[in-house]
């Protein structure tokens, strides 16, 4: 609890024994009953109900305070300076100290108020809950790698060397440099196939199935899709390679027609020209 939390629940806590005892209290005369405190933002925010930090005490200590005028009894917050030599304020602050020390007391778990408490409170959890997590899960020295039988589960194209991995996904999200991708953002001249040299566009499609360059590599790519998967060869016709990426049991013929290619890749004539190459890359 932050110290503004507790100088208002302490305040709070004060009233509402007042309210219980308000009987005896105007059976001795007592007209009011006086609170200090030597926090000057509590007592400030207990002046008014605004929604805000610190809005549910002042709610307990306005409804406190009515149930005590309600017997003719008034209340009222003084501040006090802290650490002064005021003998109540010297004293509530050894009480709290012992308290401290001895433990002698009971935890009662509160509302945290302040916004930013609470935030920090939630950052706090999400931060502990996130190092309970990869401590348990995963590899002691690659914080990214999981361990046990959640690592043999990721993906293939996780466990595989980054060049080969970079171009799995820039194929699989549609932003690799393929011909067609980089004539419609003015980086080639035109969008036909530069492996095979035939005017087809060169697409994904193309790349997967059609073009010459890779046809013994393409031959082993269905053949394990259609292992992996089952499918006849009239199915797996059908198959977009969009939906070919994202279906796990194929991930391995893919990365294995990747290694045998360079689809994905620029030809080694146009790899000189590093300008077009980082702009295709984008």
Known sequence: MEVFDAELWA?????????????????????????????QA??????????GPG?????????????????????????????????????????ANKA???????????????????????????TAAKGKWEADKCSKHYGYRLK????????????????????????MSGHAPVRTYLHRFGHREDDKCWWCGSRTLQTREHLFRHCSRW???QTELW????????WKADRRRHLQISELFPMEGCNRG?????????????????????GQVEQGQG
């Open 223 to 230: 053949k394990a899709v259609g292992k992996a998967t089952g």
């Open 100 to 126: 401290r020390e001895d433990r002698g007391y009971t935890v009662c778990e509160q509302i945290y108020i302040l916004a930013a408490n609470r935030a920090r409170r939630l950052a706090e959890g999400r």
């Open 55 to 95: 809005q549910h005490p002042p709610r307990a200590i306005n409804k406190h305070t009515r149930a005590l005028r309600a017997h003719s009894i008034e209340a009222a917050i003084h501040w006090v300076p802290g650490h002064t030599g005021i003998p109540g304020n010297e004293e509530a602050d050894r009480q």
């Open 148 to 171: 046990g039988k959640a690592g043999s589960k990721r993906p293939i194209a996780m466990t595989s060397v980054k060049s080969l991995a970079t171009r799995f996904y820039r194929l």
């Open 11 to 39: 305040i709070g806590v004060a009233l509402r024994k007042s309210v219980a005892r308000a009987e005896a209290l105007r059976t001795h005369g007592v007209t009011t009953v006086a609170v200090s405190s030597d926090s």
């Open 254 to 274: 893919v990365m294995d027609f990747l290694a045998a290619t360079d689809v994905g890749k620029f030809p080694p004539k146009l790899a000189e020209e590093p």
């Open 42 to 51: 509590a007592i400030r925010r207990t002046a008014h109900l605004d929604p």
């Open 215 to 217: 046809k013994d590599q």
